[in-house]
């Protein structure tokens, strides 16, 4: 005997899987700009241009995944751009020294992370908003940052060379190696630990999260830390890659880039929604399109419209997956 259940799922016919789904609308522009790209520029889709794209992304997806989980907790940080700059330039300024490349990158990551448990502190603690918080903080270590410097490029010679230029196989570049494990720890974390639920559970209601006996104010400030850790190992990637630490590293651009990243990829600005997957959709468009513009020698003052338009579409049509049942329309 078949079930009323069973006969309306074959008279809909078949269904898209969740996954898929959630991320359909952010797919399809990213096809469309590729497919678009590819027919009007034959680089495009050479193994070297795509290879440029992943390398130009990975820094971003970096400091992206760490801000997927604080934004799913309901928090927010303008700075991550600026603490990379700070790190990029602390990085530098100690190997310009003749200080062991280990320590000066462990140096930047324990700056990162000790920018980002000040960030938590202030908002855990003194209950100060995170936008202003971090905007703040933005501000003041975009100055710090020209003073490390003395704003000045600072090179690092051959330094670091492995993490900027290496290879894995023979294939990957380090750099995308680093960000597809962070990427995938960060998306382990938000998927199968109590700690990532707990970030759900903040952001979804802060105030029912603390009366079910989750440590809102340790979890936000632990994920601030991350962070600030995770934004300083950017910093070190971006010196690794540049092979200096200029004036103009990271900064302001960074940071609005990583949060367009996240909230395109379907992370609710307030809180309890959020993938790693879609935000690395996000990063990878942004590049796409970044890179694009460039093949298509869009003029520079047309691109930054050009990409605010496709940024527009994107994070409209990913807001409405929400709304739109898919199974209506297959």
């Known amino acids: 005997m078949i079930s009323l259940g069973a006969l309306r799922g074959r008279?809909?016919?078949?269904?898209?899987?969740?996954?898929v789904a959630r991320h359909l609308g952010l797919l399809t522009v990213l096809l469309l700009v590729g497919l678009f790209t590819a027919l009007k520029s034959?680089?495009?889709?050479?193994?070297?241009?795509?290879?440029?794209?992943?390398?130009?992304?990975?820094?971003?997806?970096?400091?992206?995944?760490?801000?997927?989980?604080?934004?799913?907790?309901?928090?927010?940080?303008?700075?991550?751009?600026?603490?990379?700059?700070?790190?990029?330039?602390?990085?530098?300024?100690?190997?310009?020294?003749?200080?062991?490349?280990?320590?000066?990158?462990?140096?930047?990551?324990?700056?990162?992370?000790?920018?980002?448990f000040g960030n938590g502190a202030a908002v855990t603690v003194f209950r100060v908003a995170p936008f202003v918080v971090t905007l703040a903080t933005s501000t003041v270590l975009g100055g710090v940052a020209l003073l490390i410097i003395d704003g000045q490029s600072v090179s690092?010679?051959?330094?670091?060379?492995?993490?900027?230029?290496?290879?894995?196989?023979?294939l990957v570049p380090a750099t995308v190696v680093v960000a597809a494990l962070v990427c995938l720890a960060a998306w382990l974390v938000m998927r199968w630990t109590a700690f990532g639920r707990n970030a759900f559970a903040i952001g979804g209601n802060e105030d029912a999260a603390r009366l079910a006996g989750i440590?809102?104010?340790?979890?936000?400030?632990?994920?601030?830390?991350?962070?600030?850790?995770?934004?300083?190992?950017?910093?070190?990637?971006?010196?690794?890659?540049?092979?200096?630490?200029?004036?103009?590293?990271?900064?302001?651009?960074?940071?609005?880039?990583?949060?367009?990243?996240?909230?395109?990829?379907?992370?609710?600005?307030?809180?309890g929604s959020g993938t790693v997957t879609g935000t690395v959709l996000g990063v990878?468009?942004?590049?796409?399109?970044?890179?694009?513009?460039?093949?298509?020698?869009?003029d520079a003052h047309y691109q930054d419209v050009a990409v605010g338009g496709v940024l527009l579409v994107a994070a409209i049509t990913n807001h409405l997956r929400g709304r739109i049942s898919l199974k209506g329309f297959l």
């Not at 690092?156 to 894995?168: A, N, Q, R």
């Not at 990878?284 to 869009?298: E, I, K």
């Open 284 to 298: 990878v468009l942004l590049g796409v399109v970044a890179n694009s513009l460039n093949l298509l020698q869009v």
């Open 42 to 116: 034959s680089a495009f889709l050479t193994g070297a241009n795509l290879l440029n794209v992943s390398q130009q992304v990975a820094v971003t997806a970096v400091l992206a995944a760490g801000l997927t989980l604080l934004m799913t907790a309901g928090g927010i940080d303008f700075s991550l751009g600026s603490i990379a700059a700070v790190t990029a330039g602390v990085v530098a300024r100690l190997i310009a020294s003749g200080t062991a490349e280990w320590a000066a990158v462990l140096a930047g990551l324990a700056v990162g992370a000790a920018i980002g």
């Open 11 to 19: 008279a809909a016919g078949p269904t898209v899987p969740a996954g």
């Open 156 to 170: 690092i010679g051959d330094h670091l060379e492995g993490l900027g230029f290496g290879e894995v196989l023979g």
């Open 215 to 271: 440590p809102v104010a340790r979890t936000k400030l632990l994920l601030y830390t991350l962070g600030g850790l995770l934004a300083g190992l950017g910093g070190v990637m971006l010196v690794a890659r540049l092979g200096a630490a200029s004036p103009g590293t990271g900064g302001l651009h960074m940071e609005l880039t990583v949060v367009a990243a996240v909230v395109i990829g379907g992370t609710a600005l307030n809180g």
